[in-house]
């Protein structure tokens, strides 16, 4: 060998030392665990009892762990306590990032300090975590479109821009200890309202505050009973519905159990429009077969893979990936976010959106 061949060959092999020895020590922090794997990320969600949060928990751990993460996920049967327990075995565990979707987004302030105090970076979870500076991310879908889509629904269905009306309309919306309620609830009312104002669209029930067409828990058989008492109060003498803005799948599940008792669902008497939320399948169902309207499809593999990247990114030390640095203030900071977008589905393009996607099974529908 000559020695220019000998000197090609001692940097070829000093090249291959230098990268077998980055790739371990990008693979081992100090401590010796894998930085991709070995980590523990705790994720937080507020409950089994309704499906989002169940697909949204299956996601987060299937796709952290893909990412070679171990991730003690928990479910607080919407219970504050029980969240604020599950939280402090997770730091008492030095998980490394919290990702945390809240019950009540007020009560974690205690929690959240003492994340901080371990170091424990913190993301919150399609609901914003209030009065504290201790969050550090927030992703989520943009919910005040969520709204949006909802109202822009109603008005396109009932012809608003060019019929006389008037039209009888309710609103049911989400819980007041939520803050994604209100972003809800405003982004469909904002839409509507000049309807309202100019007396083509009436609220019977004369109920269009928040916190009057609030759901606690956002739960079906609340927001039932209020339907029930509103149809009594004021639909008694045969005035129709024709529309009913329901924040999420869940309340749009007990307005429909209410006008289904109320007679509604004949060919005299048919549903009135309802919007919904989530896509839950129950409510697909309810779609296909005519007792819902519609619904906005948050697919919760788009938001876990989001949330996945944004824990990535914290533990590497890089930019962690958002695209809104102003809408959400918790009351203590704004929030930089990562709003993912929400879909409008309906009975015309459910197979689309949920069947070719993989989301569901027709058989789930059934
Ligand atoms: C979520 C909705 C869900 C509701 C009830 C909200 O915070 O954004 O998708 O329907 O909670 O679980």
Known sequence: MNRAKVWFAAVLALIFLLSASACTSNATTSSGENAAGGDLIGVAMPTQSLQRWNQDGDNMKKQ???KGYQVDLQYANNDINTQITQLENMITKQV?????????????????NKAADAGIKVIAYDRLLMNSPNV????TFDNYKVG???????????DLKNSAGPFNIEFTSGSPDDNNALFFFNGAFDVLKPYIDS??????????????????????ATAQARMDNIITANYAGGAKLDAVVCSNDSTALGVEASLKNAGYGSADKPFPIITGQDCDKPNVAAMINGEQSMSVFKDTRTLAAQVVSMV???????EVPVNDTATYN????????????PVF???DNYKELLIDSGYYKESDLQ
């Open 64 to 66: 952290l762990e893909e």
């Open 96 to 112: 490394k990032v919290l990702v945390i979707a809240s019950i009540d987004g007020s009560s974690l302030t205690d929690t959240l």
């Open 136 to 139: 550090d991310y927030y992703a």
């Open 148 to 158: 949006t889509i909802q109202g822009q629904y109603v008005e396109e269905k009932l």
């Open 199 to 220: 007396g083509k669209l009436i609220v019977p029930s004369g109920q269009t505050q928040f916190e009057q067409v609030a759901t606690l828990a956002w739960d079906s």
């Open 312 to 318: 990535d990114a914290i533990l590497k030390g890089v």
């Open 330 to 341: 918790n009351g203590s900071k704004i929030l930089p976010s990562f709003l993912c977008d």
């Open 345 to 347: 589905a309906d009975k």
